[in-house]
């Protein structure tokens, strides 16, 4: 293959890249801006909402975050008057995650979150071409050498742990 041809689609890849991850940012910036909470706050924020009574080992799993990060996340949206942590009746222990009425306020002025238009958009599409975009993305992985970072399905800029900026 010519030289010029494959540093061109290069380039173009990389324009590509660029462009996720800026329409990523943008909206994890408008989401911080707007309400104040960060993209997995607000993932949280919506998995306690339609798992009332959840706890932190469940959520964790559901949201594909660290335990550690979700403790982290749960303390501070319950620091915002956005949930309540009551113990449970049958373990004492283990306590169980509820949204408080500034919590379902916020729930209802939610725009829906960037992964969930691409999941619509994304299940749209045929199998094959669904098939098609992820192998070339894993592939794309693969050439950036990225297969060992651990990575949620969270379409959101920064450090998935809020840094206090927000907070």
Not at 91 to 98: E, N
Not at 155 to 163: A, S
Request: net charge neutral; with cysteine.
């Amino acid at each position: 293959m010519n030289q010029s041809i494959a540093e061109e689609r290069c380039r173009e890849l990389l324009v590509s890249l660029r462009k996720i991850i800026q329409a990523v940012d943008i909206h994890s910036r408008m989401l911080n801006k707007r309400f104040g909470l960060t993209g997995p706050q607000l993932i949280v924020l919506q998995e306690i909402s339609a798992q009332a009574g959840i706890s932190i080992t469940p959520l964790s799993r559901v949201t594909s975050l660290s335990q550690a990060t979700v403790t982290d996340i749960t303390k501070r949206l319950e620091s915002k008057g956005y949930i309540q942590r009551k113990k449970r009746e049958d373990d004492k222990r283990a306590v169980s995650l509820f949204l408080t009425a500034s919590g379902e306020a916020m729930i209802k002025e939610l725009p829906p979150l960037l992964q969930e238009k691409f999941t619509e958009r994304f299940s749209g599409l045929e199998n094959w071409e669904q098939m098609m975009i992820l192998s070339a993305f894993e592939r794309v992985v693969s050439l950036m050498a990225a297969e060992q970072i651990d990575a949620s399905p969270v379409l959101v800029t920064g450090p998935i742990q809020n840094d206090g900026a927000a907070s």
